[in-house]
Every structure is written in C-alpha cells, then in structure tokens.
C-alpha cells in the first residue's frame, strides 16, 4: 500500500525492499524496485528454515521515505516462503 499522499515529498520512484537474517547485526540487502506499480518481489537465494526481517520504504526525488514496520518470514526447506 502506497503511503497517504499528503506524506509524499515528490513524485514516488520507486521502492526499497530491505531485508535481513532477524537478529544479525550486519546490514540489510536493499533492492530496489522501480515505478509506484510494483507490488510483489520474490526473493531468491535466502537460507533454508531462517527468519528473515523484511521492511519496505518509498523513495522520491528528494530522497528515501520512512521504513515500513518490520515483517518476520521464515523460508521453508528450499529457501523459499
């Protein structure tokens, strides 16, 4: 869901996913996703039977949105959800 557009700063571009293993302390990997359409992205590559926190966020010309709350998935057996 897009953010209320009286929140916008700009014309949205596009999205941030960020996502990381839940609990690490490394960064998050942050792909980015062009255009307000897009609504799903899978997600490959991920460790089998982990927790992953994932977050999103809406970028502009003027610079990155605020992240959405944190969403906790765990991928089944062949890393996928």
Do not use: H
Request: hydrophobic content about 30%.
């Amino acid at each position: 869901m897009l953010p209320p557009r009286d929140d916008w700063n700009g014309i949205i571009r596009g999205f941030k996913l960020l996502y990381k293993k839940k609990g690490s302390s490394g960064q998050q990997t942050v792909i980015i996703l062009g255009g307000e359409s897009i609504q799903t992205k899978v997600v490959i590559a991920l460790e089998k039977y982990t927790e992953y926190d994932f977050q999103v966020l809406a970028y502009t010309s003027v610079g990155d949105g605020t992240k959405s709350p944190a969403k906790s998935v765990r991928t089944l057996e062949d890393g996928k959800r």
